[in-house]
């Protein structure tokens, strides 16, 4: 089992910026791939960004390309953290915020990854 908790959500003007943080623990916690997801009113859960499992490469969806950033952190020995950099925030990026934790699979399927956090509000107002 893999604990995922998001926290750094918020109100932000539009333009503005927000990190989100989310930390991973349990067993094996370090062997699984990292990716964020969103969900905004009355939508699917939207892929945003993840990374491979070695952490080099990362992957975004076009909607976030050039403002938003996914990295990891994996300096701690049992707490492994996953962060979202988001510049440039519009309306529009206005969702829950969730990561999540992938053994295998496509990293843009959310039927793709094994664990979840319960999500963190963003809100960018205009």
């Known amino acids: 089992q893999v604990q995922l908790v998001e926290s750094g959500g918020g109100l932000v003007q539009a333009g503005g910026s927000l990190r989100l943080s989310c930390a991973a623990s349990?067993?094996?916690?370090?062997?699984?791939?990292m990716g964020w997801f969103r969900r905004a009113p009355g939508k699917e859960r939207e892929f945003i960004a993840a990374?491979?499992?070695?952490?080099?490469?990362?992957?975004?969806?076009a909607s976030v390309k050039g403002r938003f950033t996914i990295s990891r952190d994996d300096t701690q020995n049992t707490v492994y953290r996953a962060y979202l950099q988001m510049n440039s925030l519009k309306p529009e990026d206005t969702a829950v915020y969730f990561c999540?934790?992938?053994?295998?699979?496509?990293?843009?399927?959310?039927?793709?990854?094994?664990?979840w956090g319960q999500g963190t509000q963003v809100t960018v107002s205009s």
């Open positions: 349990g067993r094996s916690a370090s062997a699984y791939a």
């Open positions: 990374l491979n499992w070695s952490a080099v490469s990362a992957y975004y969806a």
């Open positions: 999540g934790a992938r053994a295998r699979g496509s990293y843009d399927l959310a039927s793709s990854y094994d664990f």
